[in-house]
């Protein structure tokens, strides 16, 4: 008996040693519940042994027995009681589902354009995203129209639609073809530097674009043929029921060098043609 109590309490000691040194637990609670449950069982082996070499008599290891029990019976049951109603819990108050990463700018716009909200939306419809930059015709040059997979690095689509038809309940907005934006009058009050048009599969396409181009502040008049060609190049080559496109018209403002011609010079070609432009030019 005395050999089984002494294997039995350097069991113990060396449970509560090894746990103490490794917390084996994440949460700190528990691996203080776990060290008081090992260090009662070290301290009831190690009674079972004085007692059973005759070092402790039978009231002093009842007394001390008694005493590691009240420390360490309450927190173990409370400890079994919480990891039985957990499951409980968990079931009848399930975890919030993980946000998504945003993908797009998402403007809402007030009515009569009185506000523009911006914030980070997730859009389960592919977007992609294509830009057009016009130089219109100056000093003998022809103007230039030429499209851009990105405007900068990091760049992200964005999307927007008056705030009452994004919230409408009943003939709920569907995902657009495409998206034009192009340049705005700017005086506004509701970032009016921009204009934005929706068009769907089902509607006329030439015409909506031929409009926006026409009364879009910006844009030369005497060249629109020539930027609404490329949108409907893209519209064609591009647009998709299930895909929304992307369209932003920028005018670029900069100064033309060299004298005459009609056209760009060799320097200017080869830039565009370095930095991977299509370019549309008018004859």
């Given at each position: 008996?005395?050999?089984a109590m002494?294997?039995?309490?350097?069991?113990a000691?060396?449970?509560?040693?090894s746990?103490?040194?490794?917390?084996?637990c994440?949460a700190?609670?528990?691996?203080?519940?776990?060290?008081?449950?090992?260090?009662?069982?070290a301290?009831?082996?190690?009674?079972?042994?004085?007692y059973?070499?005759?070092v402790?008599g039978a009231?002093?290891c009842?007394?001390?027995?008694l005493?590691s029990?009240i420390l360490v019976l309450?927190?173990?049951l409370?400890?079994?009681?919480?990891?039985?109603?957990?499951?409980i819990?968990?079931?009848a108050?399930p975890a919030?589902p993980e946000v998504?990463a945003s993908?797009?700018?998402?403007?809402?716009r007030?009515?009569?354009?009185d506000w523009?909200?911006?914030?980070?939306a997730?859009?389960?419809?592919p977007?992609?995203?294509?830009f057009?930059?016009?130089l219109?015709?100056?000093?003998?040059f022809?103007?230039e129209?030429?499209t851009s997979?990105?405007?900068d690095?990091g760049?992200?689509?964005?999307l927007?639609?008056p705030?009452l038809d994004?919230?409408?309940l009943?003939?709920?907005?569907?995902?657009?073809?495409?998206v034009?934006?192009g340049?705005?009058s700017?005086?506004?009050?509701a970032n009016s530097?921009l204009r934005?048009e929706?068009?769907y599969?089902d509607?006329?396409a030439?015409?909506i674009?031929?409009d926006?181009?026409?009364r879009?502040p910006?844009l030369?008049?005497d060249?629109?043929?020539?930027?609404v060609?490329p949108?409907l190049q893209l519209?064609?080559q591009?647009?998709r029921?299930?895909?929304i496109l992307?369209?932003?018209i920028?005018p670029v403002?900069e100064?033309?060098?060299g004298?005459?011609?009609?056209?760009t010079?060799?320097?200017d070609?080869?830039q565009?043609?370095?930095?991977?432009?299509?370019k549309?030019?008018?004859?």
């Open positions: 008996r005395t050999a002494s294997v039995t309490a350097w069991v000691m060396a449970a509560f040693v746990t103490f040194i490794m917390l084996p994440t700190p609670a528990e691996n203080a519940l776990l060290l008081l449950a090992n260090l009662g069982l301290i009831v082996a190690l009674l079972q042994l004085a059973a070499s005759g402790f009231e002093l009842s007394w001390v027995g005493f029990t309450p927190l173990l409370c400890r079994l009681g919480l990891s039985a109603v957990a499951p819990l968990s079931w108050f919030a998504e993908n797009l700018d998402l403007g809402l007030g009515p009569e354009d523009l909200l911006t914030v980070p997730v859009c389960r419809v977007v992609d995203q294509v057009i930059h016009t219109p015709a100056a000093d003998g022809a103007p129209v030429w997979g990105t405007q690095e760049s992200r689509p964005r927007e639609f705030v994004y919230l409408a009943v003939n709920k907005l569907e995902p657009p073809m495409a034009l934006f340049p705005g700017g005086d506004g009050a530097s934005v929706l068009i599969p509607e006329d030439r015409q674009v031929t926006f181009v026409w879009s910006g030369g008049v060249y629109a043929a020539e930027i060609e949108v519209l064609g591009r647009g029921p299930s895909r992307v369209v932003e920028l403002k100064a033309r060098s004298t005459g011609g009609g056209s010079s060799e320097e070609e080869s565009g043609l370095v930095s991977g432009r299509v549309f030019q008018s004859s």
